[in-house]
């Protein structure tokens, strides 16, 4: 019993820098898109007027400074179970969790745009954990220690069953207080 809350606390824990990244890009978004208003060979948006730079690099650094906050919690108590890894590899292991995160929500879009889902549209599944398998594709190609070492099989299922519920509150949450057009 204990050890299951552990895994369920760990799992969330580390996920965090991800699981901000996203809305923070909400609240940051707006400019220049990433694909600069261009179509591609289909004739449709490679991306669409949701994914803009500002977006990105705000989500990113929002990300990366909660996981600094985390790490530095970590240091504090000393409890390296809850660590992001040792110095100077954790700044690697944030960066792909929030910036990992950012590049899977904007693959997501790019396969909406191919398949001609329009911006904004839900797809279930697609649109909570696209950012979950970014920044764990992101950790195995750089992290790859540490994320082997940290996840096991148990935080990764807990991860994909939290990840979306926790995605329809926040985006509930968000419409509500204006600053998403639709509530997923
Ligand atoms: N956003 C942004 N830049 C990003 C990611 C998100 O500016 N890199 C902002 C946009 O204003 C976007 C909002 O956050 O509309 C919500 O993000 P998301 O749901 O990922 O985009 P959608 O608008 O739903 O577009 P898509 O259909 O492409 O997912
Ligand atoms: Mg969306």
């Not at 940051?28 to 977006?55: A, C, H, V």
């Not at 540490?146 to 996840?151: A, E, K, L, P, V």
Request: contains cysteine; hydrophobic residues 50%.
């Amino acid at each position: 019993m204990n050890e299951a809350i552990v895994i369920i606390g760990q799992a969330f824990w580390f996920m965090l820098p991800a699981y901000v990244a996203n809305p923070s890009a909400v609240l940051t978004g707006g400019g220049t898109p990433m694909d600069l208003g261009k179509n591609f060979i289909d004739g449709k948006r490679i991306l669409g007027d949701g994914k803009t730079w500002r977006g990105l690099i705000g989500g990113t650094c929002a990300g990366m400074i909660l996981g600094l906050i985390q790490t530095l919690i970590v240091t504090v108590f000393k409890s390296s179970d809850w660590s992001f890894g040792s110095c100077p590899y954790f700044l690697v292991t944030i960066f792909c969790l929030a910036f990992g995160a950012l590049l899977g929500d904007t693959i997501k879009s790019f396969v909406k745009r191919r398949l001609g889902i329009e911006r904004g549209a839900k797809v279930p599944l697609m649109d909570s954990l696209d950012f979950v398998l970014g920044a764990w594709l992101l950790l195995i190609l750089f992290s790859y220690s540490w994320f082997i070492g940290t996840f096991t099989k148990w935080h990764i299922l807990v991860v994909l069953i939290i990840t979306p519920f926790l995605h329809r509150g926040v985006n509930i949450a968000g419409y509500k207080l204006g600053k998403k057009k639709v509530p997923w």
